[in-house]
């Protein structure tokens, strides 16, 4: 209770002193938002846009306390000046030629250069982590996702069939689509493609910043297997999809694949990561006796 009384009377003095910039930046960036949630963030592959910005702006709140402890006898840092002319720049470009990576990555170089001016570059060090996350929701460029999602939706197809062939299921596939029963099911950008992919790890990685183990082993080998981890979950939100498909029709499919689709690709990926993070704790621990032991024998 008391922690909470702290930080909310820590927020009132953070929007006394900072309510200037906090004008502005929504001046600058609530058209852009606005205009985000009414066409791409309302698409099924940018979906995670909202999501991102929300838990980056809470760890934000989070450690704002610690950054304006830390920044009380920093010195300021010139070099936040000519990062703030840089994405000012970048905003102004992005915004008159509709460029939305320019304007999406303005906001993150204007919030970084904010935090140096008027706190120093200690602010930035522990203000990272939310600034690298941001970089999730800008979308990538429509000719790079194509290249890169054109064999990840092949791969996902080729699993799906070979998990419902071995389960006597009366499936073939040609491409990216599944043909079960008397039903067709294309796998699309949104069920296996790069962003889903992108957007999962994003999910890993703020897992991980969330639970910060001090295991260095356990951090790189829970971000590296993120990959196969969203992998997985592709393939059972295709796997899902293809059975409500073949047990309940093609309505029932539709209308799942808009409306809990998603859903299940997180709570897999979730399951997934929470599993072999467990799994990575107990060969960590089982280290750290198997080294102990020998320590313990020679006293």
Not at 11 to 39: A, C, H, M, Q, R
Not at 135 to 155: D, H, N, R
Not at 206 to 213: A, R
Request: charged share 10%; proline share 4%; aromatic share 14%.
């Amino acid at each position: 209770m008391f922690s909470f009384a702290y930080q909310f009377r820590g927020l009132k003095s953070t929007i006394s002193d900072w309510w200037p910039i906090l004008v502005g930046l929504l001046i600058l960036y609530i058209p852009t938002f606005s205009g985000l949630i009414n066409e791409l963030w309302a698409t099924e592959e940018q979906a995670h846009g909202p999501i991102i910005l929300f838990l980056s702006l809470w760890l934000i709140y989070r450690r704002w306390p610690e950054m304006i402890k830390s920044s009380e006898r920093a010195s300021i840092s010139v070099f936040g000046w000519i990062i703030f002319f840089v994405g000012l720049s970048l905003y102004i470009l992005g915004r008159s030629q509709q460029i939305l990576t320019f304007e999406l990555g303005s906001f993150i170089l204007l919030l970084g250069a904010i935090l140096l001016i008027k706190c120093g570059g200690n602010a930035l060090k522990i203000m990272w982590f939310p600034f690298f996350f941001l970089l999730f929701m800008i979308p990538l460029p429509v000719p790079l996702v194509s290249l890169l999602t054109a064999p990840m939706k092949m791969a996902v197809s080729i699993v799906a069939e070979q998990i419902l062939f071995w389960a006597n299921y009366p499936i073939s596939r040609s491409g990216v689509i599944l043909q079960i029963g008397q039903y067709q099911l294309l796998v699309a950008d949104a069920c296996a493609g790069l962003q889903t992919l992108l957007t999962l790890e994003a999910l890993g990685l703020f897992y991980l910043n969330l639970v910060h183990h001090t295991s260095v082993f356990r951090n790189v080998a829970l971000a590296i297997l993120i990959i196969p981890i969203s992998f997985t979950a592709n393939v059972i939100r295709v796997i899902v999809l293809t059975l409500i498909t073949y047990h309940y029709g093609d309505a029932a499919g539709q209308g799942f694949l808009h409306g809990f689709a998603g859903m299940v690709l997180f709570i897999s990926a979730l399951v997934l990561i929470l599993s072999v993070d467990t799994v990575l704790q107990y060969f960590v621990k089982r280290h750290s006796v198997s080294v102990s032991q020998p320590i313990a024998s020679n006293k």
